[in-house]
């Protein structure tokens, strides 16, 4: 396992060998959920500051359409994550 997620892991109660009873499932598919929408929260932060950036330097509406795109679809797929796997707010 990677270093992030034997993090999450021992959070859920992985003790770094084998799962113990305290070991909670639920939690660490919630955990790893979570960080992926994470992911998706840096992406629309990126493209929010990329399309400023445009705005600024006054470039193509294509440059921004294509920002744009990205936030949105990062937020479409944030919001699926949460959906699917039930962790709508």
Same mark, same amino acid.
């Given at each position: ?8 892991? !021992? ?43 445009? !705005?600024?330097? !006054? ?18 797929? !944030? ?11």
């Amino acid at each position: 396992m990677n270093e992030r997620i034997q993090e999450l892991a !021992k959070q859920a109660g992985y003790n770094g060998h084998y799962a113990t009873e305290e070991f909670d499932v639920d939690e660490f598919a919630r955990l790893l959920v979570l960080e992926c929408v994470k992911f998706c929260d840096e992406v629309i932060k990126e493209s929010e500051i990329a399309m400023e950036q445009c !705005k600024m330097v !006054k470039t193509s509406d294509r440059l921004m359409m294509l920002h744009d795109g990205t936030r949105n679809g990062a937020q479409m797929s !944030k919001n699926r994550f949460k959906k699917h796997f039930g962790l709508e707010e």
